[in-house]
């Protein structure tokens, strides 16, 4: 990996930032958040090298919590998630959520303290919300006026079990890590990213509704980043002649040889990763995505990390671009 970057960072570096769609550790312990660090350390160092110095930002994924029984009252309570509006409202709108906030913030104590203490992850001009992992950043980048948006998807994931479609991503996250309107906020910046760790498949049908026409209309984000299934791809999907919604799925960087698949069969992880550059063009009425995905490779000469020629229709340069409308208002 380390010699990838090196070929990457000639057509594609220096680099700003590092963003990770969460399942950092396999169960949210803090000794596993302590090896993290010693990784991370690893690939700082090699950045470094190369002449970059990016900073972090993270979303918590559903192995980065400290998982409760699954008879706990508030674990209980919470699978009434989608029948309950009433229980939808008071978590995420009364002063006093009669606890559901705080036990959340327990259950993902490991990880956001680690956050608040991680060197590299980006704090200053942070906002964070509701729930623990939501935040909001507001950065500067070499003349681009870039917002992220990380939203915690994981929160109804707190035990085993197959939650795919039962899961919820609540606008109400988006605006509270806006200052209370996320479109106002979302123009400060020339181009706007939104992370999670699941997919939009994996919420809860009405759910997903909402997530589409809510938090990720068509022409919002320049991309949403998302990780969870173990595999890398990208989509760009348009409607009646209207802007395009653009998706990355993250692959694994550092998990487990092997996950469970359909019936508890064992199946071997994808991994790799995604390098890339948003950049202004002339003008500054669109913006230019230019991504480079990279998968490691198994043979009985070793393993290598290449350009994912599998799974992408890549240039000579081992590339994708799109472009994107910047949202930026005077």
């Not at 989509?235 to 002649?241: I, N, Q, R």
């Amino acid at each position: 990996m380390f010699d990838d970057l090196e070929r990457l960072h000639d057509v594609c570096g220096p680099w700003d930032l590092v963003l990770f769609t969460g399942d950092l550790t396999q169960c949210g312990s803090r000794d596993e958040f302590g090896k993290l660090d010693a990784t991370l350390d690893r690939l700082w160092r090699r950045f470094d090298q190369l002449g970059s110095q990016p900073r972090l930002i993270t979303v918590p994924g559903n192995h980065d919590l400290k998982r409760p029984s699954d008879l706990d009252p508030y674990v209980l309570a919470l699978s009434q998630w989608h029948a309950n509006a009433r229980l939808r409202d008071r978590v995420f709108d009364a002063p006093d959520s009669l606890g559901y906030r705080e036990r959340l913030a327990q259950i993902f104590r490991s990880y956001t303290d680690w956050g608040d203490s991680c060197r590299w992850h980006v704090r200053d001009r942070r906002r964070l919300g509701l729930l623990p992992g939501d935040s909001a950043y507001s950065l500067s980048l070499h003349g681009l006026e870039l917002g992220v948006i990380g939203l915690n998807s994981a929160f109804l994931q707190l035990t085993g079990g197959d939650y795919q479609e039962r899961l919820a991503v609540d606008p109400r996250q988006l605006h509270a890590v806006c200052d209370e309107y996320a479109p106002e906020w979302l123009q400060r910046h020339h181009i706007n990213l939104l992370l999670t760790h699941h997919p939009p498949e994996w919420l809860h049908p009405h759910a997903r509704q909402d997530f589409r026409q809510e938090i990720d209309p068509a022409g919002r984000f320049a991309a949403h980043f998302f990780g969870h299934m173990h595999e890398g791809t990208a989509t760009s999907t348009a409607h009646g002649g209207g802007h395009a919604r653009h998706a990355l799925q993250g692959a694994s960087l550092f998990g487990l040889e092997e996950h469970d698949g359909p019936g508890g069969r064992a199946v071997t992880r994808l991994h790799g990763f995604s390098a890339g550059r948003f950049e202004l063009l002339p003008g500054a009425a669109q913006a230019r995505a230019r991504v480079f995905p990279r998968r490691m490779f198994t043979s009985a000469g070793g393993r290598r990390i290449d350009r994912d020629v599998s799974a992408y229709h890549l240039d000579e340069r081992g590339s994708f671009a799109y472009e994107v409308p910047t949202a930026r208002r005077a």
